[in-house]
């Protein structure tokens, strides 16, 4: 009978070959593969228009007698002018 030499090693160290040849093929697949996708997608934000934003609208000027008459509601509301004194006061800074 004839006895096989580092049988269960051998089989051993061949699979760990085949195990570590398959997962650096697998990472180098997978590392081919992200370039790629990385390529691709610079070359389409280099094909595609600019996007620009609209500027925000300018605050519009501030007005005077709408100031005024916005200082007088809020001294209505909260109780500091009667009905009488801020129709009163909202009529002289109408100007009627």
């Given at each position: 009978?004839?006895?096989?030499?580092?049988?269960?090693?051998?089989?051993?160290?061949?699979?760990?070959?085949?195990?570590?040849?398959?997962g650096?093929?697998?990472?180098?697949?997978?590392?081919?593969?992200?370039?790629?996708?990385?390529?691709?997608?610079?070359?389409?934000?280099?094909?595609?228009?600019?996007?620009?934003?609209?500027?925000a609208?300018?605050?519009?000027?501030?007005?005077?007698?709408?100031?005024?008459?916005?200082?007088?509601?809020?001294?209505?509301?909260?109780?500091?002018?009667?009905?009488?004194?801020?129709?009163?006061?909202?009529?002289?800074?109408?100007?009627?």
């Amino acid at each position: 009978m004839m006895r096989r030499r580092g049988g269960l090693v051998r089989m051993a160290a061949t699979t760990a070959v085949v195990a570590g040849t398959a997962g650096a093929v697998s990472h180098h697949q997978q590392q081919k593969y992200a370039n790629q996708a990385a390529e691709q997608q610079a070359a389409a934000e280099a094909a595609a228009p600019p996007q620009y934003e609209a500027p925000a609208p300018a605050a519009p000027a501030e007005d005077p007698q709408m100031a005024q008459l916005q200082n007088l509601a809020q001294l209505h509301s909260q109780g500091i002018l009667s009905d009488e004194e801020y129709a009163a006061a909202k009529a002289k800074a109408l100007g009627i």
